[in-house]
């Protein structure tokens, strides 16, 4: 079973910037396209951006286009989301897995608090 550690998460102004790391286990990690998603306190878990198995960009959620950026590294199992320009609003716990639907168990997340 594939096992998802999310690291890089942090507290940051608004307008700053942090860059996400996601690290699979397994060797099926290439096999599917991947993802970030983020649920905030009080509300359901959602897709914020998706990252074809070769690594071009399949889809941003609306409110991050222009400012999240996901890549991947398929040699070293690990999927990233760079967020520049961050908004209180883009506060929550952001958690990787297959897209558009997560089929492995979900990891920990990683707290992404902006805040002044």
């Known amino acids: 079973q594939v096992q998802l550690v999310e690291s890089g998460g942090g507290l940051v102004q608004p307008g700053g910037s942090l860059r996400l790391s996601c690290a699979a286990s397994?060797?099926?990690?290439?096999?599917?396209?991947m993802g970030w998603y983020r649920q905030a306190p009080g509300k359901q878990r959602e897709l914020v951006a998706s990252v074809a198995r070769g690594g071009g960009p399949l889809h941003y959620k609306d409110s991050v286009k222009g400012r999240f950026t996901i890549s991947r590294d398929n040699a070293k199992n690990t999927v990233y989301l760079q967020m520049n320009s961050l908004k209180p609003e883009d506060t929550a716990v952001y958690y990787c897995n297959t897209a558009p639907m997560g089929v492995y168990d979900w990891g920990q997340g990683t707290q992404v608090t902006v805040s002044s």
């Open positions: 397994g060797s099926m990690f290439s096999v599917y396209a």
